[in-house]
């Protein structure tokens, strides 16, 4: 399965920290999608990155892929309590599939 | 607005009543999705559909039904034969079919409790 498996299953940081959560799957992959779900909604999409990138910024965001040991990383800066919520990952092969997720809790 | 809506938010049901979940969009995506989320856990494709008239089963497909007649729409059927409908479900649309790798678009959900 090309699954995504997020690492830690839970999070919790002091407003300002960053947060890193780590993301294993098992087969090749055209990209990989990290979306945000805060607690009772949908998912947002947050960033893709493709196979053949290796690091990608979007505002506080930092995601990397190491395709070679099948893992990536999403790196939140200067983290807000905004920020709290569930993290997953989404290695995207033929379809997305969704890992269990990282739930993060960034404390005030 | 342009977006994916779903009705009702929440919804009551009792043992072995069929329900059933809407889905629309707006945004002129050709492939829809359902999927299925369970306390504290990820999301399972119970169905999706490139196009119209069309769709395909996820990994959990039993116990469900679906239909496509109409591109903006993609309602999911909940039967009786389901044995744990209790949930949290999600309808996603993308603009191209499943092969493409794009984003998926998501709506806000509805919480489906059994009684």
């Known amino acids: 399965s090309q699954q995504g498996e997020e690492d830690p299953q839970a999070l919790s940081i002091q407003e300002g920290e960053n947060a890193t959560m780590n993301c294993s799957y098992k087969t090749s992959i055209n990209n990989l999608q990290w979306y945000r779900q805060n607690s009772g909604r949908g998912l947002v999409h947050l960033i893709l990155i493709r196979s053949n990138e290796r690091e990608k910024h979007s505002g506080r965001l930092r995601v990397t892929l190491d395709t070679s040991k099948k893992s990536s990383s999403l790196l939140i800066t200067a983290s807000r309590a905004a920020d709290t919520a569930s993290y997953f990952c989404a290695p995207a092969g033929n379809m997305l599939t969704f890992g269990g997720g990282t739930r993060l809790m960034v404390k005030p | 607005d342009g977006g994916i809506t779903q009705s009702p938010k929440y919804l009551f049901r009792k043992e072995g009543q069929n329900v059933t979940l809407s889905c629309e969009q707006n945004l002129n995506h050709d492939a829809m999705y359902w999927y299925r989320q369970d306390p504290g856990q990820g999301l399972r494709l119970i169905y999706y559909?490139?196009?119209?008239?069309?769709?395909q089963k996820g990994d959990i497909a039993e116990g469900y039904s679906v239909s496509r007649e109409k591109k903006e729409s993609f309602p999911l059927t909940v039967t009786s034969a389901q044995k744990n409908p209790t949930a949290f479900y999600l309808c996603a649309s993308s603009p191209t079919g499943v092969g493409s790798y794009n984003e998926q678009f998501f709506g806000p959900g509805t919480r489906l409790t059994v009684l």
């Open positions: 559909s490139q196009i119209v008239n069309d769709f």
